[in-house]
């Protein structure tokens, strides 16, 4: 039915060019413009809250399971209240900063309390929707990256303290590199008159270097949990997080597919290469678990999954589906070795993995973008002939992986700097860890008042 739509719509459309007036053919044109006006927003809005879910029920469920029950509460209001914490500091100046044209570092000012941003579109960032849509696509971004990082520090910040650490890191190192990379004039931005062109589809140095590193960085700085290495630390409900994983996995499909600002082909293939990446990367986590352990567990699959999410995440708008596949093996064997055997070795308590899986799984998708980046897949940049540029490594631009590289190794100092400071700032002003005895009775009871399971009803 659809392609017989399609047929008499291509049909009537040739007709009417041959015989109707220039004014019936403005028209025309007019209406095909309204049509993919409506279908790219309708999509946009449809993957921000795909995105919005990866954070709450997504991250939730797949972080609160992985702790003890006395802090499955704790854990979950941390994703949660990212909802809404970030969402203000995004509407009063965060939008402003890291979409504003300032300089390659950080966005002026002319979007503060998201003056200008309604119905017209933002031509350098997408010509087809309202920014009021793109304000809102890439606020869902912001929520989920500092959520990220909580689960590094799980079971034992403070949740004053989370919410000052989330303020200051917003703007100290998300909105700088959201700038640098997908802003106009950033350092960063290959489109947009960057100074390097580092690729970055949907996050990888923005979204998940940035958390990742800034994840080692909380966890080193607040030390082990009480009684890490000697008591038991199981996950509490891997029901929870393997619901939670996939949530993660659906919401992921907005993530990159969206970042094509539009419902064409380009999604198309984000789409293709998201799930492919995912799924190669779980089988890859799997086998070396199989290997090393002599079982696969459920765990090791969802956290392969997000492994390799996280991997294809800044190439899914450049490569084909073979690379996806390679891309996310890689990941898969990549992140088990980080998070089983290195972690064990070097004795740091990240709890929930947030560097293993999206530092680590962060910094080698973005460096195998440069790899497999094709302007088969991705024509967007083009010489003064109108002819696409050579994308990656698979297209002749060895340079590319360098490129890469800075960007990299930008996201890895801006968020070990950054952090640091915001660190030692909330240490100064309320303290970072919850007390001995706090820990040991939970977070959901001596930060909420809450239990998250009442055995006695």
């Known amino acids: 039915m659809h392609r017989l739509f399609s047929l008499l719509s291509l049909t009537a459309a040739a007709a009417l060019a041959q015989t109707a007036a220039p004014d019936k053919i403005a028209a025309l044109e007019g209406a095909v413009a309204s049509a993919q006006t409506s279908g790219d927003n309708a999509w946009l809005l449809t993957s921000s809250a795909l995105v919005l879910m990866m954070t709450g029920p997504g991250l939730a469920l797949f972080y609160g399971g992985l702790v003890r029950k006395k802090n499955v509460l704790g854990t979950m209001m941390q994703s949660f209240i990212m909802m809404a914490w970030v969402t203000v500091l995004w509407a009063l100046a965060g939008y402003s900063l890291a979409f504003g044209e300032g300089n390659a570092f950080i966005g002026d ?83 947009l008159g960057g100074q390097f062109r580092c690729f970055d589809f949907a996050g990888g140095t923005v979204v998940h270097i940035t958390s990742g590193i800034s994840a080692l ?95 294809i995440t800044p190439a899914s708008g450049f490569v084909k589906p073979m690379p996806a596949l390679i891309i996310g093996a890689a990941a898969g064997f990549v992140c088990y070795a ?32 440069g790899v497999f980046a094709t302007n088969e897949v991705n024509n967007a940049l083009k010489d003064s002939a109108g002819k696409p540029l050579p994308l990656g490594l698979v297209d002749g631009n060895a340079g590319q992986i360098v490129d890469q590289a800075i960007g990299v190794g930008i996201a890895l100092a801006l968020g070990i700097v950054g952090t640091l400071i915001i660190l030692k700032i909330c240490d100064i002003v309320m303290g970072v860890r919850v007390g001995v005895e706090d820990e040991i009775s939970g977070l959901d009871l001596t930060q909420h008042g809450e239990e998250g399971y009442n055995l006695e009803s």
């Open 109 to 191: 000012l002319r979007y503060l309390f998201l003056n200008g941003v309604g119905a017209d579109p933002n031509g350098d960032y997408a010509a087809t929707i309202p920014q009021q849509t793109f304000m809102v696509f890439q606020l869902m971004f912001a929520i989920i990256t500092p959520g990220l990082i909580t689960g590094a520090f799980a079971e034992r910040m403070k949740f004053s303290a989370l919410l000052l650490f989330t303020t200051l890191w917003l703007f100290i190192v998300y909105l700088p590199m959201a700038h640098m990379v997908w802003g106009k004039g950033g350092l960063l931005n290959a489109f």
């Open 217 to 311: 960085v909380c966890a080193l700085y607040l030390g082990k949990r009480k009684g890490f290495g000697v008591e038991p630390m199981k996950p509490h409900s891997l029901v929870l997080s393997f619901i939670g994983a996939c949530l993660l996995w659906v919401g992921w499909f907005g993530f990159n597919a969206g970042s094509a600002l539009g419902s064409g082909a380009l999604a198309s293939s984000a789409f293709v290469a998201t799930h492919f990446g995912a799924a190669a990367a779980a089988l890859g986590w799997l086998a070396a678990e199989w290997l090393h352990n002599g079982k696969p567990s459920v765990l090791g699959g969802i956290s392969g999954a997000v492994a390799g999410l996280v991997a």
């Open 338 to 369: 980080m998070v089983v055997i290195v972690k064990s070795k070097v004795g740091y308590d990240d709890s929930l993995d947030a560097f293993g899986v999206h530092g680590v799984g962060g910094t080698l998708g973005a460096l195998l973008t």
